[in-house]
C-alpha cells in the first residue's frame, strides 16, 4: 500500500500537466465556493463535460480540487461578510462572522484553512487505509440509523440557539414547518403548495439561507449605512499563536473523526457534519461561553468536520459504488465515463490509479492551504471596503447566487422574503441558524422515518432494538435536554446565591 502510494505521488510530480489542473481545480473551486449559491456540486458537475476526454487521474483530480475548494471556499465568505457560499458554512458564519466583526478577521480564516487541510488531509488517508472496513460499517445503515442521524442533527439546535433557548426552538420548529412544503416523500402527494408549482418539490433551502443569512445583514447595514463611513473593523494579525492551536488542536481531532463518519453515511453530506462538529466541540469546550460570540474553537470544528466529509463520502463511493453526498453522485458518472466501475474490484485492478488518485487528492489539500494562506490577508480587506459599496455587491451576489440555482426568479424572490424574515429576526433576536438546519435535515428525518415504519410494518420497536439507532436516539435526547437543565441548575443556584446574600 505504501509502495503504490508513494508511486502515485512520483507519477502526479512526473505529470505536470496533471498537478496543473489539480491546482486550477482547487482554485476554480475556492471561487465557486465562496460565491453565494454556486455549490461544490454545481461547480464539479458544469466541469463534468470537460473532463471526458482527459486521462482518467487528471480529469478526476480536476474534479476532486473543485469538490475540495469549494467546500472550503464556502467559510470564506461566511466568515466575512455572513454570507455562507455553502450550506456547510452556516455553521461556520456563525462564530466567523462575530470574530470579523471583533477585528479577528485575519485570524478565523487562517484558522479555517488550517483546519480544512487537516480534516480533509486525515480524512483521505482514513479512506487510503481504512476504506474497507469503513464501507462495511456504512452497510450497516438504513432508515433507521438515518432517521437517527438526522435526528441528532436536529437536536443540535439547542446548542446553535443563542443566548435564548426558546426563541432557537420557535426558529427550528418554524424551519420544521417549511421543510413540509412540497411533495410528500413517501405517497407524493403536494402539501401546502397552494398551487405554487415552483414549490412542489419544497421551498429551496439554499435561497433561504442566502436570505437568512446575506439579505438580512444587508437589510441591516442599508438601515445604519452612513456614506462616508468605512467599516471599522480592522484586522489583527492573521498568525495564530501556540496557546491558540492548543485550543483548537481537540477541536480539529474530533471533528476530524465525526467529520469522516459522516461522510461515508450514504444521504448525509458536509452540512451535517458541520453542526454536528460544532456541537460536539460545544460540549467539549471549557470555553463554552465564546460559542456564538466569536470562538476560534468553532470555526476549527465546523471546517475541519465539513471537509473531513469529502474523504468519508468517497468510502462507500469508491468500495460500493454508492455516493455518500450530492457531489460524489456526479463523480460517480465521471469515474464510469472514464471505464471505472466503483467496487472493490476497482482496488485490485486499477491499485496504481487509484492510489496515484490518492496522492493527488492530498496534493490539492496542500495546494488549498497554500492559495488559502497566502490569500487570506487579500481576501480580509474585504472588511475595509465602504458599506456605502460592499452592501450593494452583496445583495447582487445574494440575487445572482438565488438565481444561478435554477434559473428561476421565484428563488429570487424566496430569498427577498427570507432576508426580510431574517432581518426583523435579527431585530428580536431569534437566531437564523436553528431555520437553515432545521429545512435542511426536516425532509431526510420525515422520509427516513416513514421509510423505517414501512419496514417494521408499524412497529416502532426498531428504534430501540437496533444498536446504533438506539446510541443516536439517545445521544439526541442528551444533546436537546443538557442546555435546558443547565439553564434550570443555573437559575436555581442564582436564587440561592440570592437568597444567601439577603
Known amino acids: 500500500m505504501l509502495d503504490l502510494f508513494s508511486q502515485g505521488i512520483v507519477n502526479i510530480f512526473t505529470q505536470p500537466t496533471v498537478l496543473l489542473l489539480a491546482v486550477l481545480g482547487v482554485v476554480v473551486g475556492i471561487v465557486v465556493g465562496a460565491l453565494p449559491g454556486l455549490t461544490a456540486t454545481m461547480g464539479v458537475a458544469l466541469l463534468l463535460p470537460i473532463t471526458f476526454g482527459m486521462e482518467p487521474v487528471a480529469g478526476l483530480l480536476l474534479l476532486s480540487g473543485v469538490y475540495f475548494g469549494g467546500i472550503y471556499g464556502g467559510s470564506i465568505t461566511a466568515i466575512l461578510l455572513r454570507t455562507p457560499g455553502t450550506p456547510a458554512a452556516a455553521a461556520t458564519a456563525i462564530d466567523g462572522y462575530a470574530l470579523t466583526k471583533k477585528g479577528m478577521a485575519g485570524k478565523a480564516l487562517t484558522v479555517a484553512t488550517i483546519s480544512s487541510f487537516t480534516g480533509g488531509t486525515i480524512s483521505i488517508l482514513i479512506l487510503m487505509f481504512l476504506a474497507p472496513i469503513l464501507a462495511n460499517f456504512a452497510l450497516k445503515f438504513s432508515a433507521p440509523e438515518s432517521f437517527a442521524l438526522a435526528l441528532f442533527g436536529i437536536s443540535i439546535i439547542a446548542s446553535i440557539s443563542g443566548t435564548s433557548l426558546i426563541k432557537g426552538l420557535i426558529a427550528g420548529t418554524a424551519g420544521l414547518l417549511v421543510a413540509t412544503v412540497g411533495l410528500d416523500p413517501i405517497q407524493g402527494f403536494p402539501r401546502f403548495t397552494g398551487g405554487i408549482t415552483d414549490i412542489m418539490n419544497g421551498i429551496p433551502f439554499i435561497p433561504v439561507m442566502i436570505g437568512l443569512f446575506a439579505a438580512s445583514e444587508a437589510f441591516k447595514s442599508l438601515e445604519e449605512m452612513n456614506i462616508t463611513e468605512k467599516v471599522k473593523t480592522k484586522i489583527q494579525r492573521f498568525m495564530i499563536s501556540k496557546a491558540d492551536v492548543k485550543k483548537i488542536w481537540p477541536s480539529i481531532l474530533r471533528s476530524t473523526g465525526l467529520g469522516t463518519f459522516i461522510g461515508i453515511i450514504p444521504g448525509a453530506g458536509a452540512d451535517i457534519a458541520a453542526f454536528v462538529s460544532y456541537n460536539e466541540a460545544k460540549r467539549f469546550s471549557k470555553n463554552k461561553e465564546e460559542y456564538g460570540e466569536g470562538s476560534l474553537e468553532a470555526v476549527a470544528a465546523c471546517e475541519s468536520g465539513a471537509n473531513a466529509c469529502t474523504g468519508g463520502a468517497l468510502v462507500p463511493l469508491l468500495t460500493l459504488g454508492i455516493p455518500g453526498d450530492s457531489v460524489t453522485a456526479v463523480m460517480?458518472?465521471?469515474?464510469?465515463?472514464?471505464?471505472?466501475?466503483?467496487?472493490?474490484?476497482?482496488?485490485?485492478?486499477?491499485?496504481?490509479?487509484?492510489?496515484?488518485?490518492?496522492?493527488?487528492?492530498?496534493?490539492?489539500?496542500?495546494?488549498?492551504?497554500?492559495?488559502?494562506?497566502?490569500?487570506?490577508?487579500?481576501?480580509?480587506?474585504?472588511?475595509?471596503?465602504?458599506?456605502?459599496?460592499?452592501?450593494?455587491?452583496?445583495?447582487?451576489?445574494?440575487?445572482?447566487?438565488?438565481?444561478?440555482?435554477?434559473?428561476?426568479?421565484?428563488?429570487?424572490?424566496?430569498?427577498?422574503?427570507?432576508?426580510?424574515?431574517?432581518?426583523?429576526?435579527?431585530?428580536?433576536?431569534?437566531?437564523?441558524?436553528?431555520?437553515?438546519?432545521?429545512?435542511?435535515?426536516?425532509?431526510?428525518?420525515?422520509?427516513?422515518?416513514?421509510?423505517?415504519?414501512?419496514?417494521?410494518?408499524?412497529?416502532?420497536?426498531?428504534f430501540y432494538t437496533r444498536p446504533i439507532t438506539l446510541v443516536l436516539l439517545l445521544l439526541s435526547l442528551l444533546t436537546l435536554l443538557t442546555p435546558i437543565i443547565k439553564k434550570i441548575w443555573q437559575t436555581n443556584k442564582d436564587s440561592k446565591d440570592e437568597s444567601v446574600r439577603l
Open 332 to 462: 460517480l458518472g465521471a469515474l464510469m465515463v472514464q471505464g471505472l466501475q466503483p467496487g472493490p474490484m476497482l482496488f485490485k485492478d486499477n491499485g496504481d490509479l487509484v492510489y496515484t488518485l490518492f496522492s493527488g487528492m492530498i496534493i490539492c489539500y496542500v495546494a488549498m492551504l497554500i492559495i488559502g494562506l497566502f490569500a487570506a490577508r487579500y481576501f480580509a480587506k474585504v472588511v475595509e471596503i465602504p458599506k456605502a459599496i460592499l452592501t450593494p455587491v452583496i445583495l447582487m451576489l445574494c440575487v445572482v447566487g438565488s438565481y444561478a440555482i435554477n434559473n428561476n426568479l421565484f428563488d429570487v424572490l424566496i430569498m427577498l422574503v427570507a432576508g426580510i424574515i431574517g432581518y426583523f429576526m435579527q431585530k428580536f433576536d431569534f437566531p437564523a441558524s436553528p431555520v437553515v438546519l432545521a429545512i435542511i435535515l426536516g425532509p431526510m428525518v420525515e422520509s427516513q422515518f416513514r421509510r423505517a415504519l414501512t419496514l417494521s410494518n408499524g412497529n416502532y420497536d426498531i
